[in-house]
């Protein structure tokens, strides 16, 4: 315990407190002085030369703070009211970086009507506030989209590239026409167009086998090429109905060597091109022709006329 003797009194061996230390200390109770932390001494001397005149406040200062938390108080308030997006769109939009062009490429069948319907777009979108990502999604949404690429180009364009699905066939299921893919989803309903030269194939699971049963016969054009329809029949087995209304009724199986047959015959004797309904290849062993109602009336005339070609033969010897 020491006595304090004087104002300028001090411990024996500690350093007296200097007039430019005066931050460092604190006059709490007359002449008792504080240490104080040293993340709040900057601080106090600051505020210190302020009260003595030491440090000069520029003008404006107030009106700038003022300012400064209105613009803080208005922008989070629109955080807290979820109008973010909002005052982004209009802040950005103001100093030009609104979407003034749409580049749309890749596209074939997906118009660009149906893109800048997808994106939303009001005119005062920014571009800065567009996210990318969700003008992907909402373009890959459309029914011809298979993939897209979405790139934002400053100050004010978007590109947007498509790659479009590739349709492969016309699907009747029951009533329902729809135009599908080699995977066999449906992309749109059929509408004709340039869709109306697909091939049309008919029936339950006709959808997913088309793919197989078009590369088979991508080899005999010469038959594909008189084909209307395919059918597919108890999701087993496919008949072709060809355009002179003669059907081919191809086996479950072996469906290669069965074109093959057709295609040999046709070329050795003009089978596809006889008054014939239907030629059948399901059996192994055998090939079955049905005649239409009018050959087979004029075969049977035909048959009666020969039985009585031997009987005239004998009255007249």
Known sequence: ??????????????????????????????????????????????????????????????????????????????????????????????????????????NKETSEIDVLGALGLDGETSLVGLSAADAQKAVAGLPWVE???????????????????????????????SVIDADGRVIVPFTGGRSAALPLVMGTGADKQAKLLLAQMAGFPQITGEVKAYARVG?????????????????????????ADIADMDRKSGLLSRDIASVDMRLTDRVVVRLTPEAMVQRVEYLKARDKAPKRSEKRI
């Open 147 to 177: 993939s897209v690429d979405v790139f934002k180009v400053y100050p004010n364009t978007i590109q947007i590239s498509i790659h479009e699905r590739t349709a492969m066939a016309v699907w009747q299921n029951g009533n329902d026409l």
């Open 1 to 106: 315990m020491f006595a304090l003797k004087g104002k300028n009194a001090h411990p024996r061996g500690a350093a007296p407190v200097s007039s430019d230390r005066r931050s460092h200390v604190y006059g709490a109770l007359g002449h008792f002085r504080i240490v104080l932390p040293k993340f709040m001494r900057k601080p106090v001397r600051v505020f210190s030369r302020m009260i003595e005149g030491e440090v000069s406040i520029p003008n404006h200062v107030g009106t700038v703070g003022a300012v400064a938390f209105l613009a803080l108080t208005g922008a989070y308030g629109a955080i807290l009211g979820g109008h973010a997006p909002e005052v982004v769109k209009v802040t950005t939009s103001t100093f030009g970086f609104a979407i003034e062009d749409v580049k749309v490429v890749g």
């Open 235 to 259: 999701d087993r087995r496919w008949d072709l109905f060809l355009k002179n209304g003669v059907t081919l009724m191809l086996p479950e199986n072996r469906i290669d060597q069965a074109l």
